[in-house]
T-cell receptor
Framework: GDSVTQMEGPVTLSEEACLTI???????????LFWYVQYPGEGLQLLLK?????DKGSNKGFEATYRKETTSFHLEKGSVQVSDSAVYFC????????????????FGQGTRLTINP | DTEVTQTPKHLVMGMTNKKSLKCEQH?????MYWYKQKAKKPPELMFV???????INESVPSRFSPECPNSSLLNLHLHALQPEDSALYLC??????????????FGPGTRLTVT
């Protein structure tokens, strides 16, 4: 079945450092790819998405490019802030897995990011 | 507006209590979901409603009973829970798939503690 693998955390960086969180996926169809962020005590927020190969999703200074040849969707940010401290989930939705107008998300295990001032 | 609301934010209940979690969205989405999330884990899918009909039940124990009264509301009725059911319960909704819209939007969750 479909799966998502993320780099294991936790990841600790200093403010203004560069960030990369690796994400690779396995899917037999044509998945859409997502990064979700979960701040402490909150639900998941959609951070960015990409729906086809070579698409680049971006939001709040974060970027990720859908790389079909390497089955990857790495999350990057050039200069992190303390407020970026959160858990980040990579996820996919395979459009073949549509059930009467709904679809399943497959999540990675999550990467906890801590940014120190 | 991409808001999903959930009430209550926190809930403490005994093993013999009956309680309900509520979820609401006004984005016109016709698919709604319940997830359970334990600490340091990704969300686990419990139920999926599509066009107000239950389309997926991921083998969830019968002490969890979902209900979809209309296209904007989703409830989760709880009865005779166990301490291991303590978790963050997340509701989500999604637009009609197609045209690049395969994402889900999550609410803030209900933190449930079973004593």
């Amino acid at each position: 079945g479909d799966s998502v693998t993320q780099m294991e955390g936790p990841v600790t960086l200093s403010e203004e450092a560069c960030l990369t969180i690796n994400c690779t996926y396995t899917a037999t169809g044509y998945p859409s790819l997502f990064w979700y962020v979960q701040y402490p005590g909150e639900g998941l927020q959609l951070l960015l998405k990409a729906t086809k190969a070579d698409d680049k999703g971006s939001n709040k200074g974060f970027e990720a490019t859908y790389r079909k040849e390497t089955t990857s969707f790495h999350l990057e940010k050039g200069s992190v802030q303390v407020s970026d401290s959160a858990v980040y989930f990579c996820a996919l939705s395979d459009r073949r897995g549509v059930y009467q107008g709904a679809q399943k998300l497959v999540f990675g295990q999550g990467t906890r990011l801590t940014i120190n001032p | 507006d991409t808001e999903v609301t959930q009430t209550p934010k926190h809930l403490v209940m005994g093993m013999t209590n009956k309680k309900s979690l509520k979820c609401e969205q006004h984005m016109g989405h016709r698919a709604m979901y319940w997830y359970k999330q334990k600490a340091k884990k990704p969300p686990e899918l419990m139920f999926v409603y599509s066009y107000e009909k239950l389309s997926i039940n991921e083998s969830v124990p019968s002490r969890f009973s979902p209900e979809c009264p209309n296209s904007s509301l989703l409830n989760l009725h709880l009865h005779a829970l166990q301490p291991e059911d303590s978790a963050l319960y997340l509701c989500a909704s999604s637009p009609k798939p197609g045209q690049g819209r395969y994402e889900q939007y999550f609410g803030p969750g209900t933190r449930l503690t079973v004593t």
